[in-house]
């Protein structure tokens, strides 16, 4: 966990000294699909569960390792959660749940070039996320309620905890200088605070990205 912290410091401090890196300074957003795994020793309570579409945009500094090899730092606000629909006494219901999180990646990226000016890569490496705010929507006869989520580690009285961690993988294509990429974030925290019978939630994110490195050519 030590490790962990460490890391989303230095990533954050790299981003503070992106003006050092300006030609390296890719800005980007997309599409979230997101999902979360609900399980304990017993059952897996998520296998119902609907993907919920959502978004990121930020930045990253993207920053050469060789001619071939590039390590990039991000900052990215995204949405997380999921989406439920079902029907309970004959009563269809839905509900969603919507997160926001503070996610910094560290993502080492291969580059191959496939014809001038055009290059694809790939994208692996941990990121560490810190819950920002959310609530759950649920809809159900007609009616809809919504309660903000409560963060912390009291199992009686908080819905998740606040740090996320886990491992991005993806890949995509540059153009000069235009990214377009595809990654899946793969929760690997227990963000529930409640973990009797081996209870926990982890989040899931299918990503979309198209990003743009300013000052290339």
Do not use: C
């Amino acid at each position: 966990m030590k490790n962990l912290v460490k890391l989303f410091l230095i990533g954050f401090a790299l981003l503070m000294a992106s003006q050092s890196f300006a030609q390296n300074l890719i800005l980007k957003g997309g599409l979230n699909m997101a999902n979360m795994l609900e399980k304990d020793d017993d059952d897996t309570y998520s296998d119902d569960y609907k993907m919920k579409p959502g978004f990121h945009a930020g930045l990253g500094v993207e920053i050469p390792v060789s001619e071939a090899i590039a390590l990039e730092v991000g900052a990215l606000m995204t949405t997380k959660g999921l989406k439920i629909k079902d029907e309970i006494f004959g009563v269809d219901y839905s509900a969603t749940l919507n997160t926001l999180y503070l996610d910094i990646p560290v993502l080492l990226k291969p580059y191959f070039e496939v014809a001038e000016g055009t290059k694809i890569f790939g994208a692996v490496g941990p990121y560490v996320g810190l819950g920002l705010a959310g609530n759950l929507k649920v809809k159900a006869a007609g009616e809809t309620d919504t309660e903000s989520l409560d963060w912390g580690n009291d199992e009686d009285k908080d819905d998740f905890k606040r740090l996320d961690f886990g491992l991005s993988i993806g890949g995509g294509i540059e153009i000069k200088g235009l990214q377009v990429g595809v990654s899946y974030g793969l929760g690997l925290a227990n963000i529930s605070p409640y973990s009797d019978d081996g209870y926990k939630s982890q989040n899931r994110v299918l990503a979309i990205s198209v990003g743009y490195k300013l000052g290339s050519e």
